[in-house]
């Protein structure tokens, strides 16, 4: 996320919400937090239109909730908070009313589309290749149980630091890390499998 020099910090910017209902602030932090937040929701519910819904759903509780918003904190830490229960409420809500298999994410599907990164300079056939690859691990990570997924979201998909992670979940650094060893020691014999298949 990149932002001018002189921007305010995210911190200070919902200072302005929290102290002064500040509309403008309120859409600065959407415009700089929404990408991220969408993404993360889409993953976490493997459908994209519903981590749209789950993604406004969380600033929306930005906005209503801003007076609990704590100064000394990180904003970015609460609004990961916020987001991830969301998922888990929804996630709850589906399993008692289940309505069909979530939707396979499409690699046009996601919110900013695949990273430039993920794929430079291949052949079509390569890039065929890749997307496939990427598919499987997104349906592999789909059926990883959530404490699991949610750290391998954050960690691989958002770029959070271990410790950052912690502060998010609210658990200790080191049960994060043997979250990230246990996810991945699941995942591999998934992605193996689909692969196979």
């Known amino acids: 996320m990149i932002r001018h020099p002189f921007s305010p ?10 102290q002064h209902g500040d509309a403008a602030a309120f859409g600065e932090l ?6 991220p937040i969408q993404r993360l929701c889409t993953r976490m519910t493997g459908d994209l239109h519903r981590g749209e819904d789950l993604a406004q759903e969380a600033f929306l509780r930005v906005f209503t909730r801003r007076k609990d918003y704590q ?3 990180k904003f970015s830490t609460w609004l990961w908070q916020i987001a991830l229960n969301l998922c888990r409420d929804e996630a709850r809500y589906q399993s008692r009313h289940p309505v069909g298999f979530p939707k396979a994410l499409d690699s046009e599907d996601e919110p900013d589309g695949p990273p430039e990164s993920e794929a430079p300079g291949l052949s079509p056939d390569q890039k065929v290749a890749h997307l496939e690859q990427a598919e499987m691990v997104r349906l592999a ?6 404490p699991y997924r949610s750290v391998v979201i954050l960690r691989h998909y958002e770029g959070l630091k271990f410790s950052e992670i912690a502060e998010v979940l609210g658990i200790p650094e080191g ?4 979250r990230m060893v246990e996810a991945l020691n699941r995942l591999a014999p998934q992605v193996n499998h689909l692969r196979d298949s």
Not at 175 to 178: A, E, F, I, L, R
């Open 71 to 73: 100064p000394q904190g």
């Open 175 to 178: 049960t994060v890390k043997s």
């Open 9 to 18: 910090s995210d911190e200070q910017t919902m200072w302005r919400v929290q």
């Open 30 to 35: 959407v415009q700089r937090w929404q990408t």
């Open 141 to 146: 990570l789909s059926r990883l149980a959530e």
